[in-house]
């Protein structure tokens, strides 16, 4: 057996080379497999890890080593203060996407009683963080990985948000005559090249859910074109994109003939989110 110290020394200098965090990392999967509090990793420092908590951290050491995000291996993570379960059949949910739920509140003035599609919905993040901002709207993520699905309804009765809904459905498909005030999503927006140029850690996730053809437009150009069918007159649609593509989106935007088209920067002020409006 080896000590708190002990184990904390030996994971940081297997994770320092994957992560700018190594301690950090190191004491979260100590907390995960141990329970114990950060206090008492502090306190107790000459505390003894038993033999089988040894075992799985070290496998959870292994997977971290070759890059699996720490969100996969703790089967969990943080997106606008909800703690939602992840799985590798959806994205990680991003600090970048909480600007989009920011840019839905805003444009929405905190009206009530209000129709919200969320297209691509993965863990179910975005439509989960309007739920809970706006108990009187009614709001529909969908997704067409099932598995996806079921876990963003998991993750709606663990948090007991009850004004939303899932459903399976490519994009459009499954919903038939139905308008919205608002239609956002965080679709694929990768080119196949991007996706080589990346770090790692992203091959651990669906590729599906992070590359789109032409040239990382298809998606978007096919949400921007169809969208319309489905807003009420001076309804928004709100589109994340990648930090090089606002002005490839804008067009798009303006080529469906969206009104008040506006790209809006993220925290690391890179241009991210899109937003124009249907006005007949």
Request: hydrophobic share 40%; aromatic share 16%; net charge positive.
């Amino acid at each position: 057996m080896v000590t708190i110290s002990e184990w904390l020394f030996y994971a940081k200098n297997r994770l320092k080379y994957i992560t700018n965090s190594p301690q950090k990392e190191s004491e979260i999967l100590l907390k995960k497999i141990t329970g114990i509090s950060q206090l008492h990793i502090i306190a107790f420092q000459e505390k003894k890890i038993n033999y089988k908590q040894i075992k799985k951290l070290e496998k959870f050491l292994y997977r971290r080593e070759i890059g699996e995000p720490l969100e996969y291996i703790l089967k969990e993570c943080e997106f606008w203060s909800l703690n939602l379960k992840v799985s590798n059949c959806t994205l990680i949910p991003r600090i970048e996407s909480e600007c989009l739920v920011e840019q839905c509140l805003y444009y929405l003035d905190n009206k009530k009683f209000l129709k919200i599609l969320d297209l691509g919905t993965g863990t179910g993040a975005i439509a989960l963080a309007l739920a809970s901002e706006q108990k009187t709207w009614n709001i529909t993520g969908v997704d067409y990985i099932l598995n996806a699905i079921y876990l963003a309804y998991k993750n709606s009765k663990r948090l007991k948000i009850n004004n939303v809904k899932f459903i399976y459905s490519n994009w459009f498909s499954s919903l038939k005559n139905i308008k919205y005030n608002l239609i956002v999503s965080n679709p694929p927006y990768l080119s196949l090249n991007d996706f080589f140029l990346y770090k790692k850690f992203i091959y651990f996730e669906p590729i599906s859910s992070l590359v789109s053809k032409k040239n990382g437009f298809q998606d978007i150009f096919f949400i921007c074109k169809n969208s319309k069918k489905y807003l009420f007159n001076y309804g928004w649609l709100i589109i994340e994109h990648g930090w090089k593509q606002g002005k490839v989106v804008r067009k798009i935007f303006l080529y469906f003939n969206f009104k008040n088209i506006k790209t809006i920067y993220d925290y690391n002020h890179n241009e991210r989110i899109t937003v124009g409006q249907f006005i007949i």
